[in-house]
């Protein structure tokens, strides 16, 4: 157990393709890119925020 090869990579993608359907990936990744992006906007948000200003904002 440990790395995936080429053979089951390959299996992955078959079978993802099955279940979704070819027209249904494009929207899936779209999804989830969108979703990553707006997960590392809030981690940056939350970095630059100084703790006085969170501190205000939980208070609200």
Sequence with gaps: ???????????????VILL??????????????SGIKEF???AKDDQTTPPAKKEEEETK
């Design 1 to 15: 157990m440990g790395r995936l090869g080429l053979t089951e990579i390959l299996v992955i993608v078959g079978i």
């Design 20 to 33: 979704f359907g070819g027209k249904k990936i494009p929207e899936l990744m779209k999804g989830l890119g």
């Design 40 to 42: 590392k906007n809030a």
